[in-house]
């Protein structure tokens, strides 16, 4: 597999560069480390900050989910790998208004490692923080262990909410608090159809025989949680659909909103293909799809594959998905 | 290569469905025929209306741009191929607000050919019709035919102006006006890194060796102008920008809007280390960025690769690009 790359250890100071010049309007990095960066307009005094990171790799996660209604700031590592705790800090403190932060991020091991170091530094500093994880994979880990699984796509409904949250003025402890719902009633599942080439050794993540696929696929080129043959789009958006829905132990009259989001390589037309299944598959059950995401929202390099999430809505979370968004990426409301 | 598909000839109709399903609120197919669509408000009284189309595997183009502010309807084909006259005639009574209807497309002989059919077909039925070609990849004829040019990327520049003029109330002649004055001040560059697969034969549409890659690549998987040893991103950078400022003749003072397109399975992140040399490569020489899109505006499936694509900016024209539009891929404003 091919890239446009140049020196291969560059290649995340570089894209970052990129997304700085690009959008300066929206978003600024608060010191000398372009790794670290916040909204332009950070800190909002007497407002909870939010901040987020990871690895790099997955764009628009992370970087591309800072600003208005969303995150106010980030730290990423290299590529699959998690910011240091330092520079966790630079971005706590440069969004500090005053109310506190959370730290909303996935739940893996190296971040969460990272974050809690970070967490007691900014204690020293003075400012509070609180964290919530995103751990919407349901593949990851069974229903009695969901506490443990690890966070995939779905954490774009805890941006919105926290976001919006944080935008009308709620208190740390209340953004925590609309944060955790959202979490609590997210479920992913991904299938991956071709692994991610890492761009420092050129070499695929896993190998995949022809006719196979992955399926409980995650999000930095590890293989799924089982593998089996390759499916229609149809049996696909069944099988996975049909997983959340028993998860969330959604029924008729449920109000959900939908994410189909492409890991990568996989055109928008075979997610809108998965998208028309889905759909079907929900409004067979009576289930009511009130908002729908189709495309790239957390991807892993030029991973081929998609994963589906769902949101069951009340009225309370349908009011902070709505709100308005706007971010290098993200553009709503 | 695998895909998320079911039966091949199903695909189009399939992803089709996905969308209409996706977005009722923005777009609806006036008919029968799912290939045919309309912005859910169309026909609007006395604007004129913009009528858009080419073969599918292009999303978001053509499908993606119906909307507020954008084009009023589409008619898609198979992959690669041109709708047929009738579907192209049903798109036009049904954006017809009595104020005439211009199309706008890609230069290809299928497109051109049935797009000409219906604007005889269109007169028949007393709606007076006008075209405006893309013609923006500067590869695929030199300058003194840049007139044969094929349609790439930059034609969402056109689609923004057309969009705008015919929001604001201009007749079919302005609008015709402002669009053709676009679509000579824009040019495209693309380059290929692997090929596009076809669903209906799961083949490559090209051959590309290890350490090459194809320079003045299209949108239809076919290769590019010529072949070439891989350079980094900056060489890419250089050499794409390169061209496209001598083509437009720009030079210190000169404003532009800047498009860096994905085709399909190239990463974002490769996308902005790409911008990031292009906008270094234009500061340079005086030359102010005013919009920057870099994103996956005009994809050809999975092909590996990119485009760059240049407008130069008036008042008028910057004008027009910053109007608001609002379709299922496209928010702004």
């Known amino acids: 597999m091919k890239k446009i790359i140049n020196a291969p250890e560059d290649f995340v100071d ?4 990129g997304i700085l010049l690009a959008h300066p309007d929206l978003v600024r990095t608060p010191g ?23 690895g790099s790799g997955h764009l628009p996660l992370f970087k591309g989910y800072v600003g208005a209604g969303l995150c106010s700031g980030v ?9 240091s705790s330092d520079q966790i800090l630079q971005a706590t403190k440069a969004v500090d208004g005053g109310a506190g932060v959370l ?23 003075g400012i509070p923080t609180a964290t919530v994880l995103g751990r919407d994979d349901v593949a990851s880990q069974p229903r009695e262990r969901k ?37 609590e009633h997210t479920a992913t599942i991904g299938i991956g159809l071709a692994p991610t080439i890492m761009p420092t050794t050129g070499k695929p993540s896993f190998e995949l025989p022809d006719g196979e696929m992955e399926i409980g696929i995650g999000i930095h080129g590890e293989p799924g949680s ?38 990568g390589a996989t055109p928008l037309e075979e997610l809108y293909v998965l998208y028309r299944r889905t759909h079907r ?14 495309g790239e929202y957390a991807t892993s390099l030029e991973m081929a594959g998609a994963s589906i999430s769902l949101l069951e809505l009340d009225d309370a979370r349908l009011e902070l998905l709505e709100a308005p968004a706007r971010s290098p990426f993200f553009r709503e409301g």
Chains 1, 2 share one sequence.
């Open 14 to 17: 570089e894209f970052v560069e």
């Open 75 to 83: 730290a990423i590592g290299n590529v699959f790998s998690s910011p």
């Open 147 to 183: 506490h443990d699984r690890r966070g995939v796509a779905g954490i774009l409904f805890a941006y919105k909410a926290a976001g919006a949250a944080a935008e009308r003025g709620d208190s740390l402890e209340q953004v925590v608090a609309v944060t955790e719902d959202v979490v």
């Open 281 to 294: 598959f929900l409004a067979d059950r009576g289930i009511e799809i009130v908002k729908k995401y189709v």
């Open 226 to 263: 089982r593998r089996g043959p390759l499916e229609t789009a149809d049996e696909i958006a069944d099988h996975l659909t049909s997983a959340l829905v028993d998860d969330l132990g959604l029924g008729e009259g449920s109000r959900v909103a939908v994410l189909v989001n492409g890991l």
């Open 32 to 54: 000398d480390d372009l790794r670290v960066m916040v909204r332009a307009d950070a800190p909002l005094a007497g407002k909870v900050g939010i901040v987020t990171g990871g």
């Open 103 to 125: 730290y909303l991020y996935g739940n893996y091991g190296g971040d969460v490692f990272n974050f809690d170091l970070a967490c007691d530094l900014a204690e020293l500093e």
